[in-house]
């Protein structure tokens, strides 16, 4: 049974209250916290007094849905009125939005009680969590080593159990690599399919936001409550929102699976990730789906085409920081002097160099041969996915290279780092949906995710082949040894 599923079945039998259950939480954060560090944010007041009106909803005899009393987190990039919204950098270290993200109010409108902010790479730049300019988030099966990034907060929350589910964000795998990091479910959407509104930019192009959760049915059940036209959003897709439960089988007689060879061709994968996801596709042909090879040849382009991308897009996207109208200003007695300053204060290294590359790519003289060339690759890479999916239903293929690597272990080597996301950012530049989901652990007991990659628009499919391979093995029900 789902996580969701199971605390609103105590809601509605009145075993436990919506009180009961947030308190239950917040003392898990209290416990576990100095620690693991997943929280930049706690509004423990605000999230008892969201279960007492949840509670009086259940005492007067009112129906409630599915996400009513379910305590998430949310990571730091999505505004939270009145509540510190910090993107884990010092330069909006003061900022309080006086508005809502669209997915803040839509989770808020179905009744999910809010437990806090969960930490992140500074701006969602990084792959391990390590980028925050406030604290290094822990991964809870390893406190030595990271949880992944950069929605390392939210994943490490998830799997420690200091929330039900919370939402992170993906623009080249932030979601998808901490959830195999942390041995949870991760999904990022289709481009447009949830509304960016309120969603702290990184690169507008690339960025969406999605859940992390215990299993794929909790995925399924906050995608539901998410999804679904904004007209806040210019990019938001105008298209209804399945029923996704529907798509929740056990039997994949029929399906077509795709291994992409390419990442399997790569000289950074460990191999016992290869070797769980060998395994993991076995299992899905004896579910009933047929397996084939396929080629998607860009595929290894996604890594260099990424980072010019989206670095072009963040130098555009963060020149609003400049100490005039929001966030931290640096008193200096001219305009010119205050504007550097502020920006060389309140932003970490890791931001400063994606700046200092974007805006060079989008210089005179370097657009073509580089932001243009790179546009061009990343149709390139779309063709290869259309193709691919003329075959087959799913793709498949390894979430991350490695396992967990250790805290501080690639800190001063960026490529090294970069390599992290080299399975997830070919989907993204796609705008497809993507699901990791745990398959397994190495020998030293660190989790291992399966990416299952779909059509746009197609993350019924996903969940098809998701729960259909989580009924079949308990790598689900697997926790961290914590106390």
């Known amino acids: 049974m789902s996580v969701i599923r199971e605390l609103h079945h105590h809601l509605v039998s009145k075993t436990r209250s919506a009180v009961e259950i ?3 939480y917040l003392d898990r954060i209290t416990a576990l916290e100095p620690q693991l560090h997943s929280y930049l ?3 423990a007041s605000q999230a008892l007094a969201q279960a007492q009106a949840v ?12 996400l009513e009393g379910i305590p998430i987190a949310l990571k730091d990039n999505l505004c939270t009125r009145g509540v510190p919204t910090t993107c884990a950098s010092k330069v909006l270290e003061h900022f309080i939005p006086p508005y809502d993200s669209t997915v803040t109010q839509r989770l808020q409108q179905a009744g999910a009680i809010v437990l806090g902010k969960t930490n ?3 701006f969602a730049m990084g792959s391990s969590t390590e980028n925050s300019a406030y604290q290094v988030t822990a ?10 990034g950069s929605s390392g907060g939210s994943a490490a929350a998830v799997a420690a159990g200091e929330c039900a589910v919370a939402l992170g964000s993906d623009t080249g795998g932030s979601i ?4 195999a990091l ?9 481009y447009g399919l949830v509304s960016r509104f309120g969603l702290v930019a990184y690169a507008s192009s690339l960025d969406q936001i999605g859940p992390l959760a215990p299993t794929v049915e909790d995925a399924a059940l906050v995608l539901a409550a998410i999804a679904g036209y904004d007209p806040h959003d210019s990019t938001s897709l105008m298209v209804p929102v399945p029923d996704y439960g529907q798509s929740l089988k056990t039997s994949l007689k029929g399906r077509r699976l795709g291994l992409i060879t390419e990442t399997f061709a790569s000289q950074g994968i460990d191999p016992s990730v290869k070797a769980a996801t060998e395994k993991a596709l076995q299992q899905l042909q004896e579910l009933g789906a047929e397996v084939q090879e396929i080629s998607c040849p860009r595929f290894a382009y996604g890594l260099p085409t990424y980072y010019i991308i989206a670095p072009s897009e963040a130098s555009s996207n963060l020149a609003r920081y400049d100490g005039v109208k929001y966030g931290v200003r640096s008193n200096n ?3 010119l002097t205050m504007y550097t300053q502020t920006r060389a204060q309140g932003f970490g290294a890791e931001v400063k160099r994606r700046i200092m590359i974007g805006t060079y790519a989008l210089s005179a003289g370097y657009y073509d041969a580089y932001y243009l060339k790179a546009q061009k690759v990343r149709t390139l890479i779309k063709q290869d996915f259309d193709q691919a999916f003329s075959r087959v239903d799913v793709l498949v293929c390894p979430t991350s290279p490695t396992t967990a690597f250790k805290a501080g272990e690639k800190v001063d080597d960026p490529l090294s780092m970069y390599l992290s996301d080299l399975m997830t950012i070919p989907v993204n530049l796609a705008g497809l949906p993507g699901l990791s989901l745990p398959c397994g652990f190495d020998q030293q007991g660190l989790p291992m995710g399966l990416q299952l990659i779909g059509n746009a628009l197609r993350e019924d499919l996903l969940f098809e082949v998701g729960y259909a391979y989580e009924q079949a093995t308990d790598w689900h029900h697997r926790r961290p040894p914590l106390p």
């Open 22 to 24: 947030t308190q239950g």
């Open 41 to 43: 944010t706690v509004t």
């Open 55 to 66: 509670d009086a909803k259940i005492a007067a005899g009112e129906t409630i849905g599915l």
């Open 120 to 122: 992140l790479d500074e």
């Open 139 to 148: 991964n809870p099966w390893d406190f030595l080593r990271v949880p992944g």
């Open 176 to 179: 998808r690599q901490p959830a």
């Open 182 to 190: 942390c041995g949870v479910v991760g999904l990022k959407p289709t």
């Open 333 to 335: 007695e001219n305009l």
